[in-house]
Every structure is written in C-alpha cells, then in structure tokens.
C-alpha cells in the first residue's frame, strides 16, 4: 500500500513559537506532497505544493514566510509555522502522490496533525 | 479564504436504508472526480473515483454519478451501516496536462449520522 505518516498528531504551543510538522511517506517515494488546513467544523483547504528539491508552491492568500515548507528528500515533507498565533490553531494534513502513479488510490493523506496555539 | 461561519450539511438515516451524499463543484475544467470519507480527528480516506468520460461508476456498496451538464457529483450508500457515519468530502482535480494531479478542491462537505 501507501502509507503517510503525519507526526506530531496533536501538538499544543504557546503563541509567538515555531511548530514544525513533518510529513513522510513510509513505503514508496514522493516527488510532490500537498499541505491543507482545515479549520473544524469546514473542508479542506490546498495551502501549498510541496516539491522535493526546489522551492514550494503557495496558494493565493497563504503567506509563504508564515508556513515554511521543506521537501528535502523524497520521503519527507515539513511544514513549520512560524510565530503561531491562536488564528493558526487548525488541523494540518498532507498528501503525498505516489511517483509514477496515476489515479486517486495513489494519492494518499496523512491523518493530520492537530495545532492548538495558545 | 476560509468561509467563516459555515455549517456543514447533515444527512440522517437509518441502519440499513441507502443515502445519497450531494456535491456542487465548481471548476468545468475538472476532469477527475473524488469521494472522500473523513472520520473525526483523521485524514481523508478514499471511497471512489471518476473521471470525467464516465457519469457512473460502482464500487463496494457506494455508486457515484457524474452529471457534467450542472456540474454535479452524488455518492450512493447501499445498506448504510453506523460505521459509514463520517464527514464526506467531494474533491476535484485536473488530470489534463498533468500538472496538478493531486492539487485538490474539496467541496464543502455533509456529515452523515447512521442511526442502528
């Protein structure tokens, strides 16, 4: 199968702190892994693109300074929120797309990591 | 942007009858289509897929429908049991030009409550 493992699942900071979340994927390799945010009780929504090797790609009204993301290898994805305020607070999951594959069964998500800013 | 303020869709049935699970999308460019289950305090899992040359396709217990025309998307539920009740999410993509596979829209979604 493919597996993406999400870690931490729940974290809890004070505000003005960084958080980092990492993504990875267990059994095959990721070129490009994807970031949503979900705030409770509404759906998903694509923050950014995430690229091994090169820079990520943001989506229109996601501040790039804010959520830095790393694609450093290609089964690892990390997303770090920088100075987190309560308005952060939100539940993050990733995809990864299986490289070479084609079709939804490759494209797996995370089970979420939950932030809660303090 | 987020939509503030917004309440998701409920859908009540009991054990055993079929639901039918509603989606707008928005994008008449999309040619790939997903159904979504998502159970609390978990990511998305995979229920079942169509592309955009189909208007049907069956899987286990669950049949989505594809109407182009209105852009509409439904997920049917034969025999619903309690473990179907979850959050369930309609997502699109472009697999055209394959840039963006994996780029979702996710609809809005509806909570469905199975009752034994």
């Known amino acids: 199968g493919a597996v993406v493992s999400q870690h931490p699942s729940r974290v809890i900071c004070k505000s003005g702190t960084s958080v980092k979340i990492e993504c990875r994927s267990l059994?095959?390799?990721?070129?490009?892994m994807f970031w949503y945010r979900q705030f409770p009780k509404q759906s998903l929504m694509l923050m950014a693109t995430?690229?091994?090797?090169?820079?990520?790609?943001?989506e229109q009204g996601v501040e790039k300074d804010k959520f830095l993301i790393n694609h450093a290898s290609l089964t690892l994805s990390t997303l770090t929120v920088t100075s987190a305020h309560p308005e952060d607070s939100s539940f993050y999951i990733c995809?990864?797309?299986?490289?070479?594959?084609?079709?939804?069964?490759?494209?797996?998500f995370g089970a979420g990591s939950r932030l809660t800013v303090l | 942007g987020e939509s503030v303020g917004l309440h998701l869709p409920t859908l009540s049935v009991q054990e055993g009858d079929n639901s039918i699970i509603n989606c707008a999308y928005s994008?008449?460019?999309?040619?790939?289509f997903i159904w979504y289950k998502q159970e609390s305090g978990k990511g998305p899992q995979f229920i079942i897929d169509?592309?955009?040359?189909?208007d049907k396709r069956q899987g286990q217990r669950v049949t989505v429908l594809l109407n182009k025309t209105v852009k509409h998307l439904s997920l049917q539920i034969a025999a619903t049991q309690p473990g179907d009740s979850a959050v369930y999410f309609c997502?699109?993509?472009?697999?055209?030009?394959?840039?963006?596979?994996?780029?979702?829209?996710f609809g809005q979604g509806t909570i469905l409550t199975v009752h034994p």
């Open positions: 995809s990864a797309n299986k490289w070479g594959g084609s079709g939804a069964n490759v494209l797996t």
């Open positions: 059994d095959f390799q990721a070129t490009t």
């Open positions: 995430s690229n091994e090797g090169s820079k990520a790609t943001y």
């Open positions: 994008n008449s460019a999309s040619d790939y």
């Open positions: 169509i592309r955009s040359n189909m």
């Open positions: 997502a699109e993509n472009i697999l055209a030009g394959g840039t963006s596979y994996g780029k979702l829209t």
